[in-house]
């Protein structure tokens, strides 16, 4: 398949082989996928594979980092902090949650989940204008970070539907405010 025009509106060889790799997670574990996988599906050839990307690794890591929903921190706030409210993800949002699933379910790979949660810990500390390097901020984060992958790894493979609405919105009614407590109270003892 050649380049497609600019304007023709058809996706390019690095869209593509991105989306050939959450196909592909979807029905095989991270280390089955290699190169040649990616291109066949993408078509494309292994030059471009290595245009775009150094490895499967660094494919990976790209393809998580474009996963992750902007303004996550805002979101998780949203939701967090207002458990009367149902709370519903857009159609885009859903794309990314469904992908993050895959990625922390069984197909997944131990590093694109550490990954994942540090960018769910820097983006949670960042929110909130944390230092992750004080010990009770760090083990706050990654107990938070650890429960988001976990529950998105039962979720692997399933639509972000109803019941994951409900399961989201029990988590908020459950832990949510006493985290929010905490991030605020910390944010005001670093900022005085």
């Given amino acids: 398949m050649g ?41 494309c050839n292994r030059a471009t594979f290595y245009y775009y990307f150094d490895s499967i690794e660094d494919l990976a890591e790209k393809a998580v980092d474009a996963a992750v929903p902007t303004g996550i921190a805002d979101l998780a706030e949203r939701f967090l902090s207002q458990s009367d409210v ?11 949650v469904e992908r993050i699933c895959l990625l922390t379910g069984p197909n997944g790979s ?33 107990f938070m970070a650890s429960g988001i992958v976990g529950l998105l790894g039962e979720q692997a493979g399933k639509p972000c ?21 905490f991030a605020h109270n910390k944010s005001k003892i670093g900022s005085e």
Avoid: Y
């Fill in 3 to 43: 380049r497609p025009r600019k304007d023709s509106g058809e996706k390019g060889a690095e869209e593509r082989m991105i989306d050939a790799f959450w196909c592909q997670i979807s029905f095989m574990s991270f280390q089955e996928i290699t190169a040649t996988s990616i291109v066949r599906q993408a078509g």
């Fill in 86 to 96: 149902v709370f519903h993800l857009n159609k885009e949002q859903k794309l990314a």
């Fill in 110 to 142: 131990g590093r694109l989940i550490e990954r994942f949660k540090r960018a769910l810990m820097e983006a949670w500390a960042g929110k909130f204008e944390l230092d992750l390097r004080q010990e009770d901020v760090r083990a706050v984060a990654s």
């Fill in 161 to 181: 539907d109803e019941h994951f609405d409900r399961c989201l919105q029990i988590i908020s009614e459950v832990f949510s405010s006493s985290a929010i407590e």
